[in-house]
């Protein structure tokens, strides 16, 4: 079973950086991608940012320059970096994971439970 430990969310004002973490246990492929997701009330999911077993990643125009991704593969766990923070960034964060060929934004079949950001003008 997947299971995923989200950690990072928080309060922050307009400007300021916050680092979210995901660890994911229990997947048996060595090759597979993490990524984040994002749900603001009232609107769907969104894929943010992405990163494969090799490094490569992928990341959402909206956030691109101010988001970045990485991976410890060592320690199965991927890191969201987020600078500049906008008050449009407030959501909830979701984590996921899936084995994967080549890093990509959809498709994934393990969610963690997500951790709040929320940011103020």
């Known amino acids: 079973q997947v299971q995923f430990v989200e950690s990072g969310g928080g309060s922050v004002q307009a400007g300021g950086s916050l680092r979210l973490s995901c660890v994911v246990s229990g997947h ?3 090759r597979y991608c993490m990524a984040w ?3 603001a009330p009232g ?3 969104v894929g943010i940012a992405a990163i494969d077993s090799d ?7 909206s956030v691109k320059g101010r988001f970045t991704i990485s991976k410890d593969n060592a320690k199965s766990t991927s890191y969201l970096q987020m600078n ?3 008050p449009e ?3 909830m964060y979701f984590c ?3 084995i994967c060929s080549t890093v990509r934004l959809y498709e994934y079949d393990y969610w963690g439970q ?8």
């Open 55 to 61: 490094g490569k990643t992928m990341v959402a125009d």
């Open 43 to 45: 609107k769907e999911r």
């Open 84 to 86: 500049n923070l906008k």
């Open 89 to 91: 960034d407030t959501a």
């Open 37 to 39: 997701f994002r749900q």
């Open 96 to 98: 996921a994971a899936d």
């Open 28 to 30: 048996t492929s060595s």
């Open 114 to 121: 997500g951790t709040q950001v929320t940011v103020s003008s």
